[in-house]
C-alpha cells in the first residue's frame, strides 16, 4: 500500500462519508421542499451539491466526478429516468464549474462558481428532459429554472463562503489544496496547472527515524581521482607520502574539476586504478589509516570578503552537487548570467525509495542548512530561495517553515510526494513555474538548484574550514541486518559500511550505489564510497526481478508517466529501425533517465536502456 | 565476497504490472457481462463463451509451436480474444462457425500479423465483421428474452436496432428494460449496467483510458440527436457500450496519447451513427471500430506529445 499523502484507505472512506453526506442532504432538502408546494417543480435549494463543490475545490476532480456518478447510480433505484437526470445536471454542473476555473485562472470566486454550477446543473436537467420525454415544450420552462438556480446559486455560494475557513481544515481535504486556497479571493492555483507526469514508487523509508551515527574510522581508504562531473583530478601525492585528514591529495587544471582531499590520516599505500561508476578507467589513491586523524596544518576557516573569494572557498572546499549528480559547485553558482538569476531553489525532495539522509539533515543540521542558504543568497545577491520538500516528509517541513518565519526572503514549499520530484529541471517547474528548455542551463531561467545536503556542507565548512571528507549516508535494503543512516569517511569500502551495520543477513544479490530508481548496481562490494554517494543498499533474492520482457502491447502507459512528455513507446520502435530522423524528432536527448518509464511497463521492457541506446546512436550520427 | 551479484541498468525496482495482470483485469471486467447473458439468454451462452475461449488460446498455442516461436498464451490476451468474440454472436451461432471465427481473429488477424501489439485491427471485430459477411443469416438469428410468470422465455424476432432502422415503433422495450439488456441481440451487447460496471472496474484499475468510452459515447449520442433520432435510445441499443468500453479501446489498436485517443472516439462515433442512419447495416459499430483502427498509426503521427522545453528546430 502506498504511504504517500492520501493512503487509499482514507480515499475510499472520504468517497464514502460525501456520498453518504451527499444522499442525507438530498433527502433532507426533498423533505423541507414538501413545505413548499407552491414552488414549481425541479426547484432544489441545492444543499447535496454543496458537498460537491467541496468535493472540487478541496478534494480532486476526479472525487467530484466519482460523487456525480454515485449520486446518479442511487438516484437510478427510483428509476431509469431519475438516474439519467441526475447524471445529466451534476455532469455539466461540474464541467461548467470546471471550465470557469480554468478560464478565470482558478480566481473565480465561490459565489460566482456557485451560482453557475446551479444554473448548468438546471440547464443539464432540461436538457435530459427533453431528450427523454421527446418535448421541445420543456424548454419553456428554463427561465423559472434560470432563477431559482441564480437564487439557489447564490444561498449556496454564500454558505460556502462562511463554511470554507473550516472546511479546508478538515482532514478528508488534501494537504496542498488546503495551503493553497486564501480566504479572500479563493485562489486555487497551483491546483489545476499542468502538473508533471512522474510515478508514485513506494516509499519504504524504514530508515527515517534511524538517527545518524559516525562510522569508526577502517583500515584503509581508496579515493578515487574522479568523484564528480568534469575534468578528473591528477594525484597530488606518492607511494609512501603521509597524509593527514583535510590535506589536498587531487586537483585539476580544468574549471569543471572539484579536489579532491584525504578522509583519514595515514600512509600512501598505493595509486591503484578503478573503474568510475561511469565506465571509465581512472587512478584512486589508497591510504593506510593511523587512526589518528590528524589534521592538516593547512586547515582553518576560509575569509570571505568578496564574491570571488567565496567561489574560491567553495571550489578549495571539494564541493560538488551532493544530491547524486556530482557537478562542481563552484563551477554552477558562478552563471554568465548571474545578475539576472533571483532565485535559489533548494532540493529537499529525496524522492527516491528508501534513501533518508537529506531528511536526517534537514531534521538534525536545520540551521547548518539555511546558514549556507543564506551565505549563497549573500554572497551571489540572489533575491529569494524556495526550499522545496515532499510531503511525506511533514516533520520537516513543519521544523523548516518556523526556522524561516523570520527570514522573508526564504519560503518552503511543499511538493507532492512523486518520483522524480527530485530532478533539477522538474523541481524549478514545480516550484517557482519556469520551464527550463532544451539546451538551456537553470540559470537561463533565473534559477539555481542546490541540495539541501550541499547548503548544508556549505556553512560548516565556512565554520570550520574542513573540506568534503565524509558523507552522510542511507543503507538499507533486504540483504542488510541493521538498515541504518550512518556518516563515513570518503573512500571507506563497501563491506566495511555493511559490516558496521551488522553485515549481510541474507545473501546480498544486488548492490546499489544510490536509490533503486537511478542507481548503478555495483560488481563488488569492495567498491569505495563516493562523495555523491547517498545510499548502499543491498537487495536480497526476493528483491531481484530477473524478469525477461515481453513485447509491447502499446498501451502507452509509458507516454503517460514520463515526466518531460516522451514518448518511449516511439522511440523505441525507431531505435529498433535505426531511424535517425526519427528519434531527433521524438527529443530523445531531453530524456534524464529518470526511469519512469521501465517502471511502469507492464512488458517489463528496458525502456531506459533503449533511450541511452538511442542517444549513442543520436551521437554517433551527429559526428 | 564469493557470490555473484547481479548487475543490470538502472531502474531496479518495477511496478507490479504486468501484461497478464492486465488481461486478468479485463476478463474480470467482462464476469459481470457474461453472468447476465447467462441470466438473458441461458447456458448455451456459457458454451458459445467456452468454446470460443478455448479455440482461440488452441489457435493461439498452435501457430506459436508451428512456427517455433515462445508461447505467449500465459499472457491471457487469447482469452479476452476468445470472450470478446462471443459476446459478439447471437445466442444461436453454431458452434463450427465459432470456431472458425477464432480462428480469424487469432491467426489471421493477430500471429500473422506479429502477434500481441502488433495487430493492425481488434481481432474480435474483425472476425465479427468476416462472419457477418460470411453467414449473414446465422448472424442476424436473434433470440428475444420475453419475461414471463416462470422467469425468462426465449422467442425468435428482431432487434430493437433492427426495429429502429425499419422505422416500426412497436416492440421496442422501454428505457429500463434496454438498460438492464432484456432486449434481443448478441450475447454480451445486452445488459448496458453489466457492461458500464465493467467499464467503471476498468477505469478504476487504470487499465483503460475513460477518454475513449466517453468520447465515443457521447458523439453517438450527440451526433444521432442532431440527426433527429432519440440518443438515449441509440446508445442503449446495438453494441455501442460493449464496442466502446471492450474493444475500441484494445491498445494495439489505439492511439497513446489522450488527444489522439478522443480523436479515435469521436471518430468511432461519427461512423457508428453514419452507418446507422445512412448505411443499409443496422448496426454501424464494428465497422466503425475496424476503419478508425487502421487509422490509428495516421492519428499517432499527428498527435505526437510535445517534449517538456522541447525546442522545434
Not at chain 1, 369 to 380: D, E, I, M, N, Y
Request: glycine share 8%; hydrophobic share 45%.
Amino acid at each position: 500500500m502506498r504511504q504517500n499523502g492520501t493512503s487509499a484507505a482514507k480515499r475510499v472512506t472520504t468517497m464514502g462519508l460525501l456520498f453518504a453526506l451527499a444522499i442525507v442532504l438530498s433527502f433532507f432538502e426533498s423533505a423541507i421542499m414538501t413545505l413548499f408546494p407552491m414552488l414549481p417543480p425541479g426547484v432544489k435549494l441545492g444543499l447535496s451539491n454543496v458537498v460537491t463543490m467541496y468535493c472540487l475545490f478541496l478534494v480532486g476532480k476526479g472525487s467530484a466526478f466519482t460523487l456525480v456518478v454515485l449520486k446518479s447510480l442511487f438516484a437510478m433505484l427510483r428509476g431509469f429516468i431519475s438516474g439519467a437526470m441526475s447524471f445529466a445536471g451534476g455532469a455539466v454542473s461540474l464541467l461548467v464549474m470546471l471550465f470557469l476555473m480554468v478560464l478565470t485562472r482558478h480566481k473565480a470566486r465561490y459565489l460566482a462558481l456557485s451560482i453557475a454550477g446551479a444554473v448548468a446543473h438546471n440547464a443539464g436537467q432540461i436538457v435530459m428532459a427533453r431528450v427523454i420525454l421527446k418535448n421541445r415544450y420543456v424548454y419553456y420552462y428554463f427561465p423559472i429554472l434560470l432563477l431559482s438556480g441564480l437564487v439557489v446559486g447564490s444561498v449556496t455560494g454564500m454558505v460556502l463562503n462562511v463554511l470554507m475557513p473550516y472546511l479546508s481544515r478538515l482532514p478528508t481535504g488534501s494537504r496542498e489544496a488546503a495551503k493553497s486556497i486564501k480566504m479572500e479571493g479563493n485562489n486555487v492555483s497551483k491546483l489545476f496547472r499542468k502538473r508533471l507526469s512522474g510515478v508514485a514508487v513506494p516509499h519504504r523509508k524504514n530508515t527515517k527515524d534511524c538517527a545518524t551515527v559516525m562510522m569508526p574510522i577502517p583500515d584503509r581508504v581508496v579515493i578515487p581521482m574522479v568523484q564528480h562531473m568534469g575534468a578528473p583530478c591528477e594525484p597530488l601525492v606518492k607511494v609512501g607520502d603521509i597524509v593527514k585528514v583535510g590535506q589536498k591529495i587531487g586537483d585539476s587544471e580544468q574549471y569543471v574539476s572539484a579536489p579532491i582531499h584525504a578522509s583519514v590520516s595515514g600512509k600512501v599505500t598505493g595509486l591503484v586504478e578503478i573503474i568510475t561508476p561511469a565506465g571509465a578507467k581512472t587512478t584512486a589513491v589508497e591510504i593506510e589509516a593511523d587512526k589518528t586523524q590528524e589534521p592538516d596544518a593547512s586547515i582553518c576557516p576560509p575569509q570571505i570578503n568578496s564574491r570571488e573569494d567565496f567561489l574560491k572557498a567553495v571550489r578549495a572546499s571539494g564541493l560538488v552537487g551532493l544530491g547524486g549528480a556530482g557537478f562542481p559547485t563552484h563551477v554552477k553558482l558562478n552563471p554568465k548570467n548571474l545578475s539576472e538569476v533571483d532565485t535559489l531553489v533548494i532540493n529537499g525532495a529525496e524522492c527516491e525509495p528508501y534513501i533518508t539522509s537529506d531528511y536526517r539533515t534537514m531534521m538534525e543540521d536545520t540551521e547548518d542548512v539555511l546558514s549556507g542558504v543564506r551565505l549563497v543568497l549573500k554572497w551571489l545577491g540572489i533575491k529569494q530561495a524556495c526550499i522545496g520538500i515532499e510531503d511525506n516528509k511533514p516533520d520537516a517541513i513543519a521544523k523548516f517553515a518556523k526556522a524561516v518565519e523570520k527570514d522573508s526572503n526564504i519560503q518552503v514549499v511543499t511538493l507532492k510526494s512523486k518520483y522524480p520530484q527530485g530532478a533539477e529541471k522538474v523541481i524549478i517547474y514545480e516550484t517557482t513555474g519556469r520551464v527550463v528548455k532544451e539546451g538551456m542551463l537553470p540559470s537561463d531561467v533565473g534559477a539555481i538548484v542546490m541540495n539541501i545536503t550541499s547548503c548544508a556542507f556549505l556553512a560548516k565548512y565556512m565554520k570550520t574550514g574542513m573540506p568534503l571528507i565524509s558523507k552522510r549516508i542511507t543503507v538499507d535494503g533486504g540483504a542488510v541486518a541493521e538498515p541504518k543512516n550512518l556518516v563515513a569517511p570518503i573512500g571507506t569500502p563497501f563491506n566495511h559500511i555493511i559490516d558496521f551495520c551488522g553485515g549481510y543477513k541474507t545473501e546480498p544479490k544486488k548492490l546499489l550505489m544510490g536509490g533503486p530508481m537511478m542507481g548503478i548496481a555495483v560488481y563488488d562490494d569492495s567498491y569505495p564510497l563516493l562523495k555523491n554517494n547517498n545510499a548502499i543498499l543491498a537487495f536480497d533474492q526476493k528483491q531481484v526481478e530477473n524478469i525477461f520482457d515481453t513485447p509491447c502491447i502499446r498501451c502507452g502507459k509509458c507516454v503517460a508517466a514520463c515526466p518531460f512528455d516522451l514518448m518511449p513507446v516511439a522511440i523505441e520502435r525507431s531505435y529498433k529501425n535505426n531511424d535517425v530522423d526519427g528519434l531527433k524528432a521524438l527529443k530523445v536527448n531531453l530524456c534524464m533517465e529518470c526511469g519512469c518509464c521501465s517502471y511502469v511497463c507492464p512488458a517489463k521492457r528496458n525502456l531506459v536502456l533503449t533511450n541511452r541506446m538511442a542517444k549513442a546512436l543520436l551521437r554517433k550520427n551527429s559526428k | 565476497m564469493n557470490n555473484l551479484l547481479t548487475v543490470t541498468p538502472s531502474p531496479h525496482i518495477k511496478s507490479g504490472n504486468s501484461t497478464t495482470r492486465i488481461m486478468l483485469d479485463v476478463v474480470l471486467a467482462m464476469v459481470p457481462a457474461l453472468i447476465a447473458s447467462v441470466i438473458i439468454f441461458g447456458l448455451r451462452s456459457l458454451l458459445l463463451v467456452a468454446v470460443c475461449v478455448v479455440s482461440c488460446v488452441v489457435f493461439e498455442y498452435l501457430f506459436r509451436v508451428v512456427t517455433k516461436r515462445a508461447n505467449t498464451i500465459s499472457d491471457l490476451s487469447a482469452v479476452v480474444t476468445g470472450m470478446l468474440l462471443a459476446f459478439n454472436l447471437p445466442v444461436t451461432f453454431p458452434i463450427w462457425m465459432a470456431v472458425l471465427g477464432c480462428f480469424v481473429a487469432i491467426v489471421i488477424v493477430k500471429q500473422l500479423f506479429g502477434g500481441i501489439g502488433q495487430n493492425f485491427a481488434n481481432p474480435a471485430i474483425t472476425a465479427r465483421i468476416v462472419l457477418l459477411v460470411s453467414f449473414a443469416g446465422q448472424m442476424s438469428n436473434w433470440l428475444i428474452p420475453q419475461k414471463t410468470a416462470g422467469g425468462i422465455e426465449l422467442v425468435s424476432g428482431a432487434t430493437p436496432l433492427t426495429l429502429l432502422a425499419e422505422g416500426t415503433a412497436e416492440g421496442i422495450p422501454s428505457y429500463m428494460d434496454l438498460f438492464l439488456g432484456l432486449r434481443g441481440g448478441c450475447l454480451g451487447e445486452t445488459c448496458v449496467l453489466a457492461l458500464l460496471i465493467g467499464g467503471v472496474y476498468l477505469v478504476i484499475r487504470k487499465v483503460i483510458n475513460p477518454i475513449i468510452p466517453v468520447a465515443f459515447m457521447g458523439t453517438v449520442f450527440l451526433f444521432s440527436w442532431a440527426l433527429g433520432a432519440d440518443p438515449l435510445m441509440q446508445l442503449l441499443t446495438g453494441g455501442v457500450v460493449l464496442g466502446a468500453v471492450f474493444m475500441a479501446t484494445d491498445y494495439s489498436t489505439s492511439p497513446v496519447t489522450n488527444w489522439g485517443k478522443l480523436i479515435f472516439g469521436i471518430g468511432c462515433g461519427l461512423l457508428t451513427v453514419v452507418i446507422r442512419q445512412f448505411g443499409s447495416y443496422p448496426e454501424g459499430v464494428s465497422f466503425a471500430i475496424l476503419l478508425m483502427n487502421i487509422l490509428t498509426p495516421h492519428i499517432d503521427t499527428l498527435t505526437k506529445t510535445k517534449p517538456f522545453g522541447g525546442v522545434a528546430k
